[in-house]
């Protein structure tokens, strides 16, 4: 089954900001999100946020995308991203630690 992988305004500007190389870096690292993507695999450094439930977090390089899965509709559901120096803010802000 193939996910929608959708940015929220938020994510979005954060992408826009970044440089070209890393900008496809990270848009290469979301589309693994496109299958099954709660599992982890050697593509994907996938964790669930504790204390955040149905929050997942992606790690792509320095970067980290915080996401939620909506099963019903197929679609993930990017709410942040963020270099890894800032993740423990984005953490706490959508209430989860790993």
Do not use: C
């Not at 990270?26 to 299958?35: Q, S």
Request: proline share 2%.
């Amino acid at each position: 089954m193939i996910f929608n992988i959708l940015l929220s305004d938020t994510a979005r500007n954060a992408l826009n900001g970044l440089s070209r190389d890393i900008k496809d870096k990270i848009k290469e690292g979301l589309e693994v999100l496109m299958e099954e993507p709660w599992r982890r695999r050697s593509n994907a450094d996938i964790k669930r946020l504790r204390d955040a439930p149905g929050n997942w977090r992606l790690r792509i390089g320095d970067y980290r995308a915080v996401y939620t899965i909506v099963n019903d509709t197929k679609e993930v559901r990017i709410k942040k991203l963020t270099h890894s120096n800032k993740k423990k803010k984005i953490y706490k802000q959508v209430g989860g630690k790993l």
